[in-house]
C-alpha cells in the first residue's frame, strides 16, 4: 500500500494542480496490477516524509494490529479515517478460515450507490471478550438510517438527477438535509457535525471529512435555484404516498434579520422586523401550506415588502382545486386581497384588526360560485 501523487490538468481552465490516491499492489498469475483503494483527493496535505507511516499504520488498523508505538495525532487521525472508509466499502463480510473478518483487499472494495439497499443479514456468531472492545470513532448512525429511508420515498436522489445535480453534490445535499434534521443549525454546525458525530458518510461510502465547507453553501444555492422544481416534485410524491387533495390551507409570512450589512444580498432591506430587530437588514420568508401541513410553494421576497402584495404571486399557479380554503392573518387579509381570492373561486379565513367583534351570516355563508368564510376577532 502507498499514496501516489498525480498531477492534473483542468481542461476548462488549463490549470494544473496534484491530486493523490491510496494505492495497493495486486498479483494476478504472473503480472501485477495497481488498483486504487481510495481518492485521496487534491487537499492532501500530509507531507511526503509521512506517507510512510500513514500506510503502515492503515494496515495495522485493517489487520487488527495493536501498535507498541503511539503515532503522531496527525498520522492517527488520518488512518482511522482511511481504514473506516475501507472497511465501508467492502461488498459483504468476506470472512477468513478462523472465522475472523478478512481486510479488504482491492479486489472486494467498490463504491457503494448514494442510496444503498440494504443487504440480508445473515445469521454470524462469534465469541468475544468484553474486555478488549475499545471505542473508537463513536458516531450516530439511528436518525441517518430513518432520514435515509424517507429520502428514498420521496424520491430526492431521482429529483437531483434529473436536476443534473452530480455525485458529490447529491452526497452534500444529503448531508445537508439530514444533519438539519438531526442538528439543526447553520451549514458550518451541521458540517461540523457530519465531520465529527455522525456515521452518515459511512451509510453512504462518502468522507465527509474531506468535503470543504464551501462545498455545503454552494449545494444550498443549487437548492435555491431549482426550489421551484424541487418543491413541485416533492409534493407530487408526498401526494402519491398519502392520497392528498389538492389545497391551500395556510399563507404567512415571516422574517429574520442579518447581524451584518449584506451589501451583497439584493433582498436584504431595513423593516419591520417580527424579533424587532429594526437595527439590522431583513429577509422576507413567505410559505404556503396545504391542509395536512406540507409545503405546496415557498418564496423569498425583500426585507420591506409589504404582506399584502405577495398573496397573488404566491397562490398564481397552484391548480387548487375550486372552494379551496386560505387562511391568513389581517395584515394580508386586505379588501383587494379578499376580492381577488373571491374572484379566484377561494374561500377564506381571516383575522379582523378591529377591537370589536362583528358577524355577518350573509357573509360567513356563501353561496353560489363563491363560497367564502369570514371569521373576526
Known sequence: MFIRKTKTRNKSDNETYFTY???????????????????????????????????????ALLAGQ?????????IETLAQRYAARLIAAQPGAARSDAGHQAPPTPSTAVQASLFPSPAAPSAVYAEV???????????????????????????IDQILR?????????????????????????????????????????????DFEAMPLIRLYRTSDLLVR???????????????????????????????????????????????????????????????????????????FAGNVGEATTLEEMLDGLTAPKGALVIMDAGIATAANVAWLIKHGYRYLVVSRERTRQFDPDQAVGGGENPRINGAG
Open 129 to 155: 471478550d468484553i474486555a478488549s472492545l475499545q471505542l473508537i470513532r463513536p458516531r450516530s448512525v439511528g436518525v441517518e438510517a430513518v432520514g435515509l429511508a424517507a429520502m428514498n420515498w420521496l424520491g
Open 226 to 300: 431549482h426550489r421551484d422544481k424541487i418543491e413541485t416534485a416533492l409534493f407530487s410524491r408526498i401526494q402519491d404516498l398519502f392520497g392528498l387533495p389538492v389545497t391551500v390551507t395556510l399563507y404567512d409570512l415571516t422574517n429574520t434579520y442579518f447581524e451584518g450589512t449584506a451589501s451583497g444580498n439584493a433582498k436584504a432591506a431595513r423593516g419591520r422586523s417580527k424579533e424587532k430587530r429594526t437595527d439590522c437588514p431583513l429577509v422576507t420568508l413567505g410559505l404556503v401550506l396545504d391542509g395536512s401541513g406540507f409545503v405546496r410553494r415557498s418564496k423569498m
Open 21 to 59: 490516491r491510496l494505492v495497493a499492489s495486486e498479483r494476478i498469475g504472473k503480472q501485477v496490477r495497481q488498483i486504487t483503494l481510495l481518492n485521496l483527493g487534491r487537499q492532501f496535505d500530509l507531507p511526503q516524509s509521512d506517507w510512510q507511516a500513514l500506510c503502515a499504520r492503515i494496515d
Open 162 to 206: 434529473d436536476l443534473d445535480f452530480n455525485g458529490v453534490q447529491r452526497a452534500a445535499v444529503v448531508g445537508s438535509l439530514i444533519g438539519r434534521m438531526a442538528a439543526p443549525g447553520s451549514e458550518l454546525a451541521t458540517w461540523r457535525w457530519l465531520r465529527e458525530r455522525s456515521a452518515l458518510g459511512e451509510l453512504l461510502d462518502v
Open 66 to 74: 495493536v501498535g507498541m508505538l503511539a503515532e503522531p495525532e496527525i
